[in-house]
């Protein structure tokens, strides 16, 4: 792995005239951030040595280096998601990757179902913690111990400095910023009303099936996490309405305005 990880990083480094410090995922209602932002080199995942292809519909593949918010960084435009079959090691592997560029900082955004009363669709959600309900850890097997230590705390996985600057920009604003814990599913399948309700009481707000892998490796390595979620659907057990999945885009692009300006600003505001 740790081979495969310098082999990646050789190449990007081999691409790119300079090397970022924050590194944005793109999930659903971001996908469009890159064209907020000042380009100045992109690589197909296609093209890059050891990197998982992306297959969902919807979701591209390359990562996009260059300025928004006045920061250099690099964007990854489609993700690898636990249900279209990768292994966890696969679906974090473009993490280990950012480190060795020397990434500290990591934005990510995903699309969720809201079991929060107070949500409702459309909204964007800070990620203040999470459940992982993945069937397996990312970090499980052999700890590499120059990639992080066995027994990483997780107390501080969402940053709370990060959390209070959105608040901030969101107050000065005027954007209706939500608060919520992510539980993490492996999907694909939509919950069911008695699943919806089940995360609920313990203490979800909102539910997807992406994030939680790639945030436990970024903790692993010691970066700085800032997540959004926007709220595509609600469900509980009153609801019985299912998303299809262009819904769930639908709803997620309406949101999109919300979170390419948090994302700008929050870029501007770190050091
Ligand atoms: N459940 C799981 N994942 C999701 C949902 C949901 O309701 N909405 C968008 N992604």
């Known amino acids: 792995m740790l081979n495969k990880i310098k082999e990646t990083a050789d190449f990007i480094r081999s691409k790119v005239s300079q090397l970022p410090e924050v590194a944005v995922i793109l999930g ?15 690589i197909d995942y296609h093209d890059i040595p050891n990197f998982p292809v992306s297959t969902v519909a919807g979701h591209a593949g390359k990562l996009i280096f260059g300025f928004l918010g006045g920061k250099y960084i690099m964007a990854m435009k489609g993700r690898f998601h636990y249900y279209e079959g990768y292994d966890m090691k696969q679906v974090t592997f473009p993490v280990r990757v950012m480190k060795d560029l020397g990434v500290k900082t990591l934005f990510v955004s995903n699309a969720a179902g809201g079991m ?4 409702r669709v459309g909204d964007v959600m ?15 097997g052999k700890n590499y111990e120059e990639l992080g230590t066995r027994f990483p705390a997780m107390t501080e996985a969402y940053k709370k400095y990060l959390i209070n600057y959105a608040d901030e920009i969101a107050d000065a604003e005027g954007l209706r910023l939500m608060h919520g814990v992510y539980v993490g599913t492996p999907g694909p399948t939509f919950e069911t009303p008695a699943e919806y309700e ?15 892998p790639e ?4 903790n692993h390595a010691g970066m700085d996490v800032f997540g959004l979620s926007v ?3 609600l469900g509980g057990k009153d609801i019985d309405y299912v998303p ?3 819904e769930v885009q639908q709803a997620a692009e309406k949101a999109s305005p919300v979170m ?12």
């Open 198 to 212: 089940y995360f609920r009481i313990i203490g979800g707000d909102a539910v997807g099936m992406s994030t939680v």
């Open 126 to 140: 800070v990620i203040t913690d999470h459940i992982n309900l993945f069937p397996e850890n990312p970090l499980r």
């Open 215 to 218: 945030v436990i490796v970024a």
């Open 28 to 42: 659903s209602g971001l996908g469009n951030l890159a064209d907020n932002m000042d380009v100045k080199a992109e």
């Open 260 to 271: 390419v300006k948090l994302i700008t600003s929050l870029l501007s505001r770190l050091n």
């Open 244 to 246: 299809t999945h262009e």
């Open 116 to 119: 929060n009363k107070e949500f």
């Open 231 to 233: 709220i595509t659907d």
